[in-house]
């Protein structure tokens, strides 16, 4: 089975700009979740979609966005970027089972600089 | 979601096992405990999970103590691949959680030749 993929995997972007990312789950997966990772903050959840539904979210602005489709690709979009947006974003799809053992699996990321 | 407490860093020589502790002393009755690495800049890659049982796969074991306050992930034979930061979590499904993993600061484990 294929792993996760996200694309691009490198982007950099002006302050202002805004910036649209994407995700491929492992095939039969429902749930993508989304993360940013900073050097000062770590890993932080942004928020997860479940069948074309936001389902959870984390605590960050409204610049910060996301959709699923139906074949559970999804797309996290973040507006008006500001230099703290500089991260690496990463997304992690599993089944989305109400399990506690829903293992998520991760893709490679997108690295992101803002200048 | 549980807290845990990791060492921040540890070495170990190439060929000998790793052991890296996990404190998570307020862990609930149904909360699992996970562990994934980070190798520099990829995504973070899931090793093992478990419960109260000791679990094992191909990649690691995982111990637990019978009161499942601390847990231990053990590499049998650390490769100079298996540098990378360790992540402990502790999660249970929950309505209010769902997708999230909360990642604290791990364990940063470097194998020397």
């Known amino acids: 089975k294929a792993g996760v993929t996200q694309t691009p995997r490198y982007l950099i972007k002006t302050r202002g700009q805004q910036v649209t990312l994407s995700c491929s789950p492992i095939?039969?997966?429902?749930?993508v979740s989304w993360y940013q990772q900073t050097p000062g903050q770590g890993l932080q959840f942004l928020f997860e979609?479940?069948?074309?539904?936001?389902?959870n979210k984390g605590n960050f602005p409204g610049r910060f966005s996301g959709r699923q489709f139906s074949n559970s690709r999804s797309e996290m979009n973040v507006s008006t970027l500001e230099l703290g947006d500089s991260a690496l974003y990463l997304c992690?799809?599993?089944?989305?089972?109400?399990?506690?053992?829903?293992?998520?699996?991760f893709g490679p990321g997108t690295r992101l600089t803002v200048l | 979601d549980a807290k845990t407490t990791q060492p921040p860093s540890m070495d170990c020589a190439e060929g000998r096992a790793a052991n890296l502790p996990c404190n998570h002393s307020?862990?609930?009755?149904?909360?699992?405990v996970y562990w994934y690495r980070q190798i520099h800049s990829q995504g973070p890659q899931y090793i093992i999970h478990?419960?109260?049982n000791n679990e094992t796969n191909e990649m690691a074991s995982l111990i637990i103590t019978e009161d499942r306050k601390s847990s231990t992930l053990i590499l049998p034979h650390a490769t100079l691949r298996d540098t990378a930061v360790y992540y402990c979590?502790?999660?249970?499904?929950?309505?209010?959680?769902?997708?999230?993993?909360?990642f604290g600061q791990g364990t940063t484990l470097q194998v020397k030749p």
């Open positions: 992690a799809s599993s089944l989305g089972s109400t399990s506690s053992t829903d293992t998520q699996y």
């Open positions: 979609y479940f069948s074309e539904t936001q389902r």
């Open positions: 979590i502790v999660r249970a499904y929950s309505s209010s959680n769902t997708g999230k993993l909360i």
């Open positions: 095939s039969g997966h429902r749930s």
């Open positions: 478990g419960l109260k």
């Open positions: 307020t862990i609930s009755g149904n909360e699992y």
